[in-house]
């Protein structure tokens, strides 16, 4: 079946430095690409999102690029923060299906 | 209060129990989801609800059974669990199911232990 490989599982980064996550997902049809952050037991919310007709995309110091041919998309945050210490999911929706296929999570910790 | 709302936040439960999750959207929403996370596991997929009517069903067990009486409300039914259906059990909802691209809002789901 459908699935979203997601590494690293963890991440350490010093506070200022960049934090890149990647995915690759299997289904060729998938076309929209949310990531979420989920904080300690707080329920996951979306910080970015991408579609398949995009291939950046950036908001402040959080980035997502796709690469389609390679199936993969990844997110990159810049000029890291504490704040930014959270689980990162990754995921992927395919156009006409209600599956939202998640990965496997990244947990970010900044170092101050 | 906004957005989706889940309740109970926390539930224990023995094997032979029935108890209910409610899922709750203030959001004006046409589209429900439950979703299972467990430790060091994506978040599995269990239901999904549009517009009342039931989409998707992940080959989730019986002991699960998902109602949903209008788009603003939906509820896990839970009978005869097991110890590994432990876990946060997360409500989402979203402006249409599937088709175009859709955030999905998320509740602050419910931690459920079987003992």
């Known amino acids: 079946g459908e699935n979203v490989e997601q590494h690293p599982s963890t991440l350490s980064v010093q506070e200022g430095d960049s934090a890149v996550i990647k995915c690759t997902y299997s289904d060729s049809a998938s076309n929209y690409f949310p990531w979420y952050k989920q904080e300690l037991g707080k329920r996951p919310q979306l910080i970015i999102d991408i579609r398949s007709n995009v291939g950046e995309k950036k908001d402040q110091r959080i980035a997502v690029t796709l690469n389609k041919t390679a199936k993969h998309f990844s997110l990159h945050i810049t000029e890291t923060q504490p704040e930014d210490s959270a689980v990162y999911f990754c995921a992927a929706l395919t156009s006409g299906t209600y599956k939202y296929i998640f990965g496997t999570g990244t947990r970010l910790k900044v170092l101050a | 209060e906004t957005g989706v709302t889940q309740t109970p936040r926390h539930l224990v439960m023995g094997m032979t129990n029935k108890k209910s999750l409610k899922c709750e959207q203030h959001?004006?929403?046409?589209?429900m989801y439950w979703y299972k996370q467990s430790a060091k596991k994506p978040l599995e997929l269990m239901f999904v609800y549009s517009l009342e009517e039931r989409v998707e069903n992940n080959s989730v067990p019986s002991r699960f059974s998902p109602e949903c009486p209008n788009s603003s409300h939906l509820f896990l039914h839970l009978h005869t669990l097991q110890p590994e259906d432990s876990a946060l059990y997360l409500c989402a909802s979203s402006q249409v199911a599937g088709g175009s691209y859709n955030e999905q809002f998320f509740g602050p789901g419910t931690r459920l232990t079987v003992l």
């Open positions: 959001l004006g929403h046409n589209a």
